[in-house]
């Protein structure tokens, strides 16, 4: 499992004048997953060793807008008051797109009595894998990340389509880990790699996905909070080597019909810290019982939390049958037709893989939901439905069709609420039905297309 060294503020100075930084990104992560913050000097960044923000700027739509009333604000003052950012010296990497020498420090959020805020994503993943330590556990975690590369896109109305690659040709047909596919975008993929090696972001695998222009990247296991750190910071790496490559690379959980859509799964394994032993595997090497509550637990919990997984209207245009994403909340060993699966690994590996959260996703809110629902099947004993050892795609849908149900079952499911936070909860629903209410106003051209003049 890797990690990065814990720095001391005094070890991060050092750190700033080893690579002669002159100024620094502040950031913290938002609802969405934008990076929010300001950009400091570094003798000024020095002398505060942080800065305030309102604390509604982690708290917004993806449109920019706040709620006008309701419960929003039992959480949220209207008054406006800051928050106060504490910079996580661990975090820090240079920002090797900038051209002056620039840092970015990841920050987290406090109120004024030095208290976490409770609806900011990096505090909700802090709070669950603090109750995983309460335990004497440490949940390890390794995302794969599917994102497209689209050709530039300055009108909203148009339709995306793959970029041109190193032929002076589009791809037009499915290239699924095809090597000479990816090659057609090698120039793209050297920055990107260069940028991760300077940033110390632990990618593994880049392979080309089912789609057309579209890519995966695997990310060793780690941490939780670490490696949501670094898919936070990869997506922010590779839109900007997408831009300076004159393409747009995006992580729309469906961003183009007809093509599969993106999904960042999850394995997530728990391993016990006074023994280092994987609590999913017993001495003989056969599944322990916390395996099949964990599983029980996602099975339970998943289509509550699916808001999280699914975060937007389009993130439910991916979860379509036979489309390579799940429909279901089955488990299934090797199955990549279940929402749940059990990759074969010896018993020191075993682990669990979560399919059905999507690209779109927060890195944040999703690590914590899964892991919120894996811990709650194993405080419950959860036991999980029998094994599927078929295609699952021809059961039944087990998830919410839309964001608007997802959201109801959210709100109704306390358990989960009791995990995450119920200050989380609330601001995160209420954001999304602004999101929801604001997607309501746009006409669609299937609308135009089919009801115009038959209805």
């Known amino acids: 499992m890797l990690t990065r060294p814990q720095l001391s503020f005094g070890e991060l100075e050092q750190w700033l004048d080893r690579h002669r930084v002159t100024e620094i990104e502040c950031l913290v992560p938002d609802l969405t997953g934008v990076a929010r913050g300001k950009i400091l000097p570094r003798e000024k960044f020095t002398e505060d060793r942080g800065m305030r923000l309102p604390e509604a700027v982690v708290a917004m739509g993806v449109t920019g807008e706040f709620p006008e009333e309701g419960p929003y604000y039992d959480v949220i003052q209207p008054t406006d008051r800051d928050m106060h950012l504490r910079p996580d010296p661990s975090t820090v990497r240079i920002v090797p797109w900038a051209v002056d020498p620039t840092a970015q420090v990841i920050h987290d959020c406090y109120d004024r009595d030095g208290m976490l805020v409770p609806f900011a994503p990096r505090s909700v993943l802090r709070r669950v894998c603090e109750l995983y330590a309460a335990e004497g556990w440490d949940p390890v975690v390794a995302p794969e990340l599917e994102f497209y590369l689209v050709a530039r896109n300055t009108d909203p109305d148009v339709p995306l389509k793959p970029p041109v690659g190193r032929s002076g040709r589009s791809e037009t047909s499915r290239q699924a880990y095809s090597i000479d596919a990816v090659n057609e975008f090698d120039p793209l993929f050297e920055d990107v790699y260069a940028y991760c090696e300077r940033m110390e972001l632990n990618v593994d695998t880049l392979i080309h996905e089912v789609g057309a222009g579209q890519m995966e990247i695997n990310f060793f296991h780690a941490h939780p909070l670490g490696l949501a750190d670094e898919v936070f910071l990869f997506k922010r790496t590779v839109r900007e080597a997408a831009l300076r490559h004159d393409m747009y690379a995006t992580f729309m959980a469906k961003p183009i019909a007809g093509e599969p859509g993106s999904a960042m799964h999850i394995h997530q ?115 999980p439905a029998p094994e599927c050892n078929g295609d699952a795609y021809l059961g039944d849908y087990q998830l919410p069709r839309s964001l608007g149900q997802a959201l109801e079952l959210l709100r109704a499911e306390k358990a989960l609420a009791s995990v995450l936070g119920e200050a989380f909860v609330t601001v995160y629903t209420e954001v999304k039905e602004i999101e929801h209410a604001e997607f309501m106003k746009v006409i669609s051209p299937w609308e135009r297309e089919h009801l115009l003049l038959h209805v």
């Open 269 to 383: 394994s728990v391993v016990d810290r006074a023994t280092g032993r994987n609590i999913f595997s017993l001495d003989d090497g056969s599944a322990s019982d916390a395996f099949r509550w964990y599983i029980g637990g996602l099975q339970r919990y998943i289509p509550a939390a699916m808001a999280l997984f699914a975060p937007y209207v389009n993130s439910y245009r991916r979860l379509a049958r036979f489309t390579a994403a799940p429909i279901n909340i089955q488990w299934g060993t090797d199955n990549r037709t279940v929402g749940i699966r059990s990759p074969v690994a010896p018993p020191s590996a075993r682990r669990i893989e979560n399919r059905v959260i999507g690209a779109d996703a927060n890195p944040y809110v999703a690590l914590a939901a899964t892991l919120a629902c894996g811990l709650l099947g194993i405080r419950e004993r959860i036991e």
